[in-house]
């Protein structure tokens, strides 16, 4: 077995501001994805990488950056906070077919 | 255009009942389809994948599919309230059940005691 975290678990931001979001798996998987949630919705996907410093765009990748420097980590950075933004950021990974999901960051915006 | 469309977006049945979710995919790339639970406040957690036509079945939860049709349906048979998340149906393409998923907008269900 393994475990994602994700941290932190809420995160406050002001309009305008720099946030990243940070997640660890321990399953030894190969892919991560960073997925938003908004309230009562599906997934999005952001960012995900097969390997280590890869990167491949999801369909919502515009005002994100991301981050893969280590197989177990993979940060997300949002680029500039918008006013009013509320969403759950699911981190994930998979070697095969299932993906594993962490606890997610509530981001709220100001 | 999203790739994976999900009805009803919410459905209410009686502690029980039968709950029928229904899932089709507009792009012929698809060819493996996920089902995901998420149960309030918590993350989603795989419940049934089904990669060939027909029909699966693990326990009160039975999975169809036509890949002809790019459709997929999860029926829950005796419904309980602890049956109560967002039902999320995702899908692969490309001819790889490895890497990106698509997932649809999830349908709401409510199983009322």
């Known amino acids: 077995g393994g475990i994602i975290t994700q941290t932190p678990k809420f995160l406050i931001g002001q309009e305008g501001q720099k946030l990243t979001l940070k997640c660890q798996q321990n399953f030894n998987h190969d892919t991560m994805y960073w997925y938003r949630q908004d309230s009562g919705k599906g997934l999005r996907l952001i960012y995900y990488s097969i390997t280590e410093n890869d990167l491949q765009k999801g369909d919502l990748s515009e005002g994100y950056d991301a981050s893969r420097e280590k197989k177990s980590s993979f940060s997300l950075t949002v680029t500039s906070a918008q006013k009013n933004e509320m969403a759950v950021f699911l981190c994930?990974?998979?070697?095969?077919?299932?993906?594993?999901f962490g606890p997610g960051t509530r981001l709220t915006v100001l | 255009q999203q790739k994976v469309q999900q009805s009803p977006e919410s459905l209410i049945v009686p502690e029980g009942g039968m709950a029928s979710l229904n899932c089709t995919s507009s792009d012929r790339n698809v060819d493996y389809f996920w089902w995901y639970r998420q149960h309030s406040g918590k993350s989603p957690k795989m419940l049934m994948s089904i990669f060939s036509n027909g029909e699966k079945e693990e326990g009160r939860f039975t999975v169809h599919l036509n890949k002809a049709s790019l459709h997929t349906s999860l029926h829950i048979r005796d419904s309980q309230p602890s049956d109560s998340a967002l039902y999320l149906c995702a899908a692969s393409m490309g001819g790889s059940a490895l890497g990106r998923l698509h997932f649809g907008a999830g349908t709401q269900l409510i199983v009322i005691p």
């Open positions: 994930a990974s998979s070697r095969g077919v299932e993906q594993y």
